[in-house]
């Protein structure tokens, strides 16, 4: 069965990194893009960031993260990453990773292009 457990969130002051993982089971990591999203309170859940399969390799950022935030895989360890520096009280929010059996991800980050979704880990930027 095809899971995604992301991990590594927490309460951090302004300026702070984090770094969130997606660990995979069930399936191989190669062969799937992977997104990362979050949802903040009263807000539409919106993309992040994306890194395609393998085959793929591209990375997409959106816009409020693009220069902070980056997307490292590492297959053999079926895990995906996001880290996320110079954090601010506007990233505050559940951050959730997504996959897809898809060679490429797309830009735009939607989330009507993900099947398979983890749970979520709360991210909390506050001083």
């Known amino acids: ?5 992301e991990s590594g969130g927490g309460l951090v002051q302004p ?13 191989i990591l190669d062969y799937y893009s992977i997104g990362w999203f979050r949802q903040a309170p009263g ?5 992040v960031s994306c ?7 591209s ?4 816009d409020p993260v693009k220069g902070r935030f980056t997307i490292p895989r590492d297959n053999a360890k079926g895990t995906v990453y996001l880290e ?4 601010n009280p506007d990233d505050t929010a559940i951050y959730y990773c997504a996959a897809e059996s898809r060679r ?3 830009g735009y980050i939607l989330v009507a292009e993900y099947t398979y979704w983890g749970q979520g880990t709360q991210v909390t930027v506050s001083s």
């Open 1 to 5: 069965q095809l899971q995604l457990v």
């Open 15 to 27: 300026g702070a990194s984090l770094r969130l993982s997606c660990a995979a089971s069930g399936f």
């Open 43 to 47: 807000k539409e859940r919106e993309g």
């Open 51 to 57: 890194i395609s399969s393998n085959s793929g390799n």
């Open 59 to 62: 990375v997409n950022y959106a």
């Open 84 to 87: 996320m520096n110079s954090l």
């Open 104 to 106: 490429y991800c797309s």
